[in-house]
């Protein structure tokens, strides 16, 4: 009985250890280009 309890709670420490691991390293990407500036669209062909 010892040993279940024991690998349940390594199990639960992995688990959540592994998900706060992946929180912190999530580095979310730098856009590209110039987001402030609006360009218009080029005018189209009518169909």
């Known amino acids: 009985m010892w040993k279940s309890i024991i690998i ?16 912190i390293k999530d580095d979310p990407a730098v856009p590209t280009g ?3 500036s609006i360009q218009p669209l080029p005018e189209q062909n009518d169909p």
């Open 34 to 36: 110039d987001i402030n």
């Open 8 to 23: 349940k709670a390594i199990l639960a420490i992995a688990i959540i250890g592994g998900g706060i691991m992946v929180i």
